[in-house]
């Protein structure tokens, strides 16, 4: 099992920077990704930044492109995310997430197993 701990919520004003942290415990080592996904009031989870462990290897929504940064520390097992020229939509719950790769038969998949508690993020306008 892999706990999920994440934290840095708050509000913000628009245009204003906040840095999210996640920590990560339990079976780390198999962990492939480790991701950052958002759910807006009345909207579904969406994806917001990847980062593969082996390489740092990055992947971000097209929605926060060049606003948010994700990053790795193998040694502590954080994931930060450092939001920057937040706007109001950007208002959401945040939520760290660990990926593995499953195979099955000829098949692999990414597949996200372990999800933390999630951390509030409001921006003001």
């Known amino acids: 099992q892999v706990q999920l701990v994440e934290s840095g919520g708050g509000t913000v004003q628009a245009g204003g920077s906040q840095r999210l942290s996640c920590a990560a415990s339990g079976r780390t080592y198999g962990i492939n990704t480790m991701a950052w996904f958002r759910e807006a009031p009345g909207k579904e989870r969406e994806f917001i930044a990847t980062i593969r462990r082996r390489d740092g290897n990055r992947a971000y929504a097209d929605s926060v492109k060049g606003r948010f940064t994700i990053s790795l520390d193998n040694a502590k097992n954080t994931v930060d995310l450092q939001l920057s020229s937040l706007r109001p939509e950007d208002t959401a719950v945040y939520y760290c997430?660990?990926?593995?790769?499953?195979?099955?038969?000829?098949?692999?998949?990414?597949?996200?197993?372990?999800w933390g508690q999630g951390t509030h993020v409001t921006v003001s306008s």
């Open positions: 997430a660990a990926a593995s790769l499953l195979t099955s038969g000829t098949t692999t998949r990414l597949v996200y197993s372990y």
